[in-house]
């Protein structure tokens, strides 16, 4: 017995592994022959041995945890960890969405924004630039193949006989305008796209031969009976007009022989064929037809300018997208009286037209209009305008007219053009012994669309000009109308009125609560044409629009894309964004708060306790004190 008990201790020993505190009771319940305590010994080494499996199990998950969570697996192999988790799902996923989190507060939003901008745009260069190159790689593959010779001779012929041509003055113009529509035809064939004025159409088109799938016509308005030989070129065709601005004008033309015309083509064959005359547009004759589809949203003008076009020629239905505070030109209307007479014989009010000149070369000392175009228009003929730009190549240089794109004319020469800062002159001047004419709308609203013109041509600032006394002028003068409108712009009448029943996020509600209690001047759901600005904190005549991150929990993708273009077409209007992600927020909302604070401030945006001076009357009053100082230099007045 004692040599097999013996032998039994010895492989007992052989087995048990080192400090095994089991391994080490059944050795010495062995040695001291302990019957009880060996039964009870093997009963726990019988119960661990069915918790093997978990063991192991134990040992793969510790693994696993220890590849992605290494101090966490030391505190729960040694048995640190001693707090009791409901559920380790959602702890491990909480912990990873913090993580998460803390990874995007950290990455710089601005510059990734900024950067996806930045490749947005060279994405439309370099896929523009393909296009031209793959068009005309296509094109001179076309011309150079052998069984195109014709075409390419034609195409160059083209251009040669365009050139001789010219002004359209010489003896041989009808014969080479004749082979110019001749080679057109083969032309056509690799070239499918032309872009030329109406004269040219004229000139080298055959409306028999010469079909398009799509003809598009711009400034229809402005386009006069002549132009419906276009709708006979056409498969489709797309007519863009204003039927609110100028329209042809019939001076010089013998209504007689026109009105012999309608009669003897058109009268009883074609619908309100009564409204075929000189007069007629091409866009108002196709609109007796087809129902116009009007775009309502303006990205031009700043709203206290296109404001004036929209309360009197479209109801109110323009939506302007760009904001008062994109413009540093302040105020953005200024009405200038001078003592100006008008000379009843030739149109012209010198002393305004001195006035415009004075202020032109003003503004152009000046750092605020260093890069700013200019345009003149007289609303009462061509001399006033002639004068002024006799006035301006006399005083103002070559290099400066062509940066600045220095232009008089009346409101015809300006449509469809624009320029940043435009000066009106309005000519006539009140006389003390006489009334003064009433200017009304106009034969057809005439007048009215050339001051709709005028106005609506200034981006940032519109100087209106005058030597009328406001007080004479009689109800229904133009005029009066636009002086009553510069007046009303005092009372702030372009504020945007919100929107009650919105439903406005928590988030979004969360952030305006601070910047209200931080004496921030605040306002939600800020309607800008079709779009709408969660946020925008006001200082002064200067908005800021805070867009707000993650404020609902479905979100998309292409949702976010969707606000980010929106943020980008506002942006090319002049707003300026900040992004608040709500990620950022709620993990530390003072933090958030802080940085968001110092951005405001960055970009000119205080406190209403915090006293800012207007830059507006600084400016006004200087241009006004130097134009005085070059009227004493030029001895006028």
């Known amino acids: 017995v004692d040599k097999k008990c013996s032998e039994y201790l010895e492989k007992i020993e052989n087995i048990i592994k080192e400090n095994s505190p089991l391994g080490s009771e059944i050795k010495n319940a062995i040695e001291k022959e302990d019957v009880e305590k060996y039964s009870k010994t093997l009963e726990k080494l019988e119960i661990l041995s069915g918790k093997e499996e978990l063991y192991k199990k134990h040992k793969e998950l510790l693994k696993n945890v220890r590849l992605v969570a290494n ?100 003896k041989n113009t009808a014969l080479h305008k004749k082979h110019a529509k001749e080679k057109m035809l083969l032309c056509q064939k690799v070239v499918p796209a032309w872009i030329m004025p109406l004269n040219k159409v004229f000139d080298t088109l055959n409306p028999v031969e010469n079909k398009f799938d799509i003809v598009i016509i711009d400034e229809a308005s402005q386009s006069d009976i002549s132009s419906l030989i276009l709708l006979y070129m056409a498969k489709k065709i797309i007519v863009v007009g204003d039927d609110k601005q100028v329209s042809p004008s019939d001076v010089g033309v013998n209504m007689d022989k026109i009105n012999m015309f309608r009669r003897k083509y058109i009268k009883g064959k074609i619908a309100n064929d009564d409204l075929y005359g000189i007069r007629a547009s091409l866009y108002s004759i196709v609109s007796t037809t087809f129902q116009p589809i009007s775009l309502r949203e303006h990205f031009r003008s700043v709203p206290e300018i296109i404001g004036y076009s929209n309360k009197t020629s479209y109801d109110n239905q323009i939506l302007p997208l760009r904001d008062t505070s994109s413009s540093i030109l302040k105020p953005a209307i200024v009405e200038y009286k001078v003592d100006g007479k008008r000379d009843e014989k030739n149109k012209i009010n010198k002393l305004e037209a001195e006035t415009i000149v004075n202020l032109i070369q003003t503004c152009l000392d000046m750092e605020e209009y260093k890069n700013s175009t200019f345009g003149v228009i007289s609303l009462l003929g061509d001399e006033q305008a002639d004068f002024i730009q006799n006035l301006i190549v006399k005083r103002i240089s070559a290099i400066d007219i062509e940066k600045h794109k220095i232009l008089c004319g009346n409101s015809a020469s300006f449509q469809g053009d624009e320029r940043d800062v435009i000066f009106i002159s309005l000519v006539d001047s009140s006389e003390d012994d006489k009334s003064l004419r009433l200017v009304g709308e106009g034969i057809e609203g005439a007048t009215r669309k050339r001051y709709n013109v005028a106005i609506s041509r200034a981006k940032d600032q519109l100087w209106i000009v005058h030597s009328i006394d406001k007080d004479n002028l009689k109800e229904g003068d133009l005029r009066k109308e636009l002086f009553e409108y510069i007046n009303s712009l005092e009372e702030n009448v372009l504020e945007k009125p919100i929107d009650e029943n919105e439903n406005i996020s928590d988030f979004e509600n969360e952030l305006a609560k601070r910047l209200l209690e931080k004496n921030y001047t605040v306002k939600q759901q800020w309607r800008v044409g079709s779009y709408q600005i969660d946020i925008v904190v006001i200082c002064g005549n200067k908005k800021i629009a805070i867009e707000c991150d993650g404020k609902t929990l479905n979100h998309t993708e292409e949702e976010t894309i969707v606000n980010l273009e929106q943020q980008e077409v506002l942006e090319r209007c002049g707003w300026e964004f900040i992004r608040v992600r709500a990620s950022q927020y709620f993990r530390n909302p003072d933090r958030a708060i802080k940085e968001l604070i110092i951005q405001l401030d960055d970009k000119g945006i205080y406190p209403n306790n915090k006293v800012v001076h207007s830059q507006g009357t600084e400016l006004l009053n200087k241009i006004k004190a130097e134009v005085l100082e070059l009227k004493e230099k030029y001895n006028e007045g």
Request: proline share 1%.
């Open 71 to 170: 101090l966490w697996a030391d505190e729960l192999e040694k048995g640190l960890f001693n707090e009791k988790i409901e559920n380790i799902y959602n702890v491990w996923r909480y912990k990873q969405i913090s993580q998460a989190l803390k990874e995007l507060a950290e990455k710089p939003y601005e510059s990734l924004q900024e950067n996806i901008l930045e490749k947005s745009e060279e994405l439309k260069k370099l896929t523009s630039e393909l296009v031209t190159k793959k068009t005309w790689y296509n094109i001179i593959k076309f011309i150079e193949e052998k069984d195109n010779l014709a075409i390419s001779q034609a195409l160059r012929g083209w251009k040669q006989t365009i050139q001789k041509i010219g002004k359209g003055t010489g």
